[in-house]
């Protein structure tokens, strides 16, 4: 959050704690006048100082808790019927360079899927996101015969928050898997996937959240094939 979130609330409410207490001690003086003058400025100063922290933090929780971060793009282009080339693209990551590759994928949609570390909701909000390494891309029929009969295409994927070459780079995911029965931040680790139906020119954007991957139509296209029910692709 931005620095005067706290800065200002923080020096409101010492202001107006400073001045409460000296009010009060005007008052013990019997100085009446200056301890209600005191009082009543310090505890106002005390209290919009307060509300505002205490606003304050109600918006960092909720930023904290809702915060996403990119993981990738993904733009089709049909080759022929439920036949797609998807270029999925990776955004740069403190690990990696952005990197962007093409995949062959048979069927009706598209699934990317990761593995996920989950934390709890007060380590998110102290500020720690979810972590997340990417595992695969495949296709996926929309009929289940064609499912299990059809041409198949999966790809393993590399990407995420993989671990560091630099030496001397903690590594969150590995240290939360060797630690996590002595530090309680852990929620849990899972796998999360996402899909979405494959159109000619369609383009996709891939999130990753507090809780998992999501999907996003990034055009026109994307929007069109998603909407009101998914179909095979002609």
């Keep these: ?29 019997g100085r009446f ?21 205490l606003l304050g933090l109600n918006v960092q929780s909720y930023a904290r808790l809702t915060y996403e971060r990119p993981v990738a793009t993904i733009s089709l282009s049909q080759i022929e019927t439920q036949f797609f080339e998807a270029t999925l693209t990776q955004p740069e990551s ?3 360079p952005a990197s962007t590759t093409v995949y062959p994928v048979h069927g009706d949609e598209w699934r990317i899927e990761a593995q996920v570390l989950r934390w709890k909701p007060w380590a998110n909000i102290l500020g720690l996101d979810a ?6 891309l495949s296709g996926r029929y929309q009929d289940t015969q064609q499912e299990l ?18 030496r001397w780079t903690l590594d969150i995911w590995d240290v939360s898997q060797r630690y996590r029965d002595y530090v309680d931040a852990v929620d849990t680790l899972y796998g999360s996937a996402a899909y979405m139906p494959m159109a000619d020119g369609a383009q996709y954007e891939v999130w990753i959240t507090q809780s998992g991957l999501i999907a996003r139509p990034a055009n026109d296209q994307a929007r069109e094939a998603s909407a009101g029910g998914w179909v095979q692709a002609d």
């Design 131 to 136: 972590q997340y390494r990417l595992d695969r």
């Design 149 to 166: 009969t059809a041409v198949r295409s999966v790809h393993d994927l590399r990407g995420g928050d993989v671990a560091s070459e630099r």
């Design 33 to 53: 006048l200056g301890a209600f003058g005191g009082v009543l400025f310090g505890g106002g100063f005390l209290a919009v100082g307060v509300a505002a922290i």
């Design 94 to 96: 403190a690990a990696a």
């Design 1 to 29: 959050m931005v620095w005067w979130w706290w800065i200002l609330p923080g020096a409101a409410a010492l202001v107006g704690a400073l001045l409460l207490l000296s009010g009060l001690g005007s008052l013990f003086r």
